[in-house]
């Protein structure tokens, strides 16, 4: 049985950071590329980042250079490294599996419930 949980969510102020973090179970993680995708209020569900087995990486315009994808295919874990968070960065993060790096599109078939990142003063 495929599982995705994410963690690291919280209440953070602009400028500040936090790590998320993915574990995975049900499949061999180091098969697959995987991604970060978040959903704001009110908002459709967008692609952060990808990152492939090999280790190659693609962000969304709107992080580049202030969030970081890694992952530890050992332990079966995705992490997403986010600095100098900004209010608009605000939304439920999840992991999943990513389809199509260029266009962070995500594989729909295997969500997590996701993890809350709320930045605000």
């Known amino acids: 049985q495929v599982q995705l949980v994410e963690s690291g969510g919280g209440l953070v102020q602009p400028g500040g950071s936090l790590r998320l973090s993915c574990a995975a179970s049900?499949?061999?993680?180091?098969?697959?590329?995987m991604g970060w995708f978040r959903q704001a209020p009110g908002k459709e569900r967008e692609g952060v980042s990808c990152?492939?087995?090999?280790?190659?990486?693609n962000y969304a315009d709107s992080v580049k250079g202030r969030f970081t994808i890694s992952r530890d295919n050992a332990k079966n874990m995705v992490y997403l490294q986010m600095t100098n968070l900004k209010p608009e960065d605000t939304a439920i993060y999840y992991c999943?599996?990513?389809?199509?790096?260029?266009?962070?599109?995500?594989?729909?078939?295997?969500w997590g419930q996701g993890t809350q990142v709320t930045v605000s003063s």
């Open positions: 049900g499949f061999t993680l180091d098969s697959y590329t």
């Open positions: 990152i492939r087995s090999s280790g190659g990486t």
């Open positions: 999943a599996v990513c389809m199509i790096v260029a266009t962070l599109r995500p594989w729909d078939d295997y």
